[in-house]
């Protein structure tokens, strides 16, 4: 695979529009030097563009699908990025992750489009290889308690749940619940463009 042609490469029409507004949120959030494992890196355009603007951090890419990690792979070879590492063959709701530690961990575009069993696991890995004070920053879609969800958003979760009974937009308070159960502490939400959120945890 690690002679994928660049024809490999995947394209997700909302990056271009999110991974900017994204990239300024993480900015600030991220620690100056260290590893940033990325769950769930789809076709790759975030991890790469996020390589480009901050070079002094290492960005491990990873997905399930080989699909996509064929994609990733094209794109960091394409755009000539250094600090990018091959992707790891990763499954958030796995019992086994095959990385032992990060300094940070984003997850962008997961939760609603996969099982409760993968932010499970999301959050009982991140707890696992993240030192105290580390971070995982979650970015998409919720319900949020006692804010009234978009109509867009709503026609979105009815669409996911027909096309799979298991996903659908999360309540941000089980994702936040989830997340202490495993010592991660919810320090921040944001409102982010097209009627998304930053989750911004912490391990205490």
Not at 35 to 63: K, R, Y
Not at 152 to 161: T, V, Y
Request: glycine share 6%.
């Amino acid at each position: 695979m690690s002679h994928s042609p660049i024809e490999a490469r995947l394209f997700a029409p909302a990056i271009a529009r999110n991974r900017d507004p994204i990239l300024d949120t993480l900015r600030p959030l991220l620690p100056d030097t260290g590893l940033v494992l990325e769950i769930a890196s789809g076709t790759g355009e975030h991890i790469v563009h996020f390589a480009q603007q901050m070079p002094q951090l290492i960005w491990q890419p990873s997905d399930p699908s080989l699909e996509a990690r064929a994609s990733i792979e094209a794109w960091s070879r394409a755009e000539k990025t250094g600090n990018v590492r091959r992707p790891l063959d990763l499954d958030a709701s796995a019992s086994y992750w095959p990385i032992q530690q990060a300094d940070a961990i984003i997850c962008i575009n997961m939760l609603h489009i996969s099982p409760w069993a993968a932010t499970e696991g999301l959050m009982r890995g991140a707890a696992a290889i993240l030192g105290a004070g580390g971070l995982l920053y979650i970015y998409g879609p919720f319900r949020v308690a006692g804010v009234e969800t978009a109509p867009s958003n709503e026609a979105f979760d009815s669409n996911l749940r027909m096309r799979n009974a298991e996903w659908g937009l999360r309540d941000l308070e089980a994702v936040t619940a989830c997340a202490a159960s495993h010592g991660l502490a919810l320090i921040q939400s944001i409102a982010m463009p097209a009627n998304n959120l930053s989750a911004i945890f912490r391990k205490s």
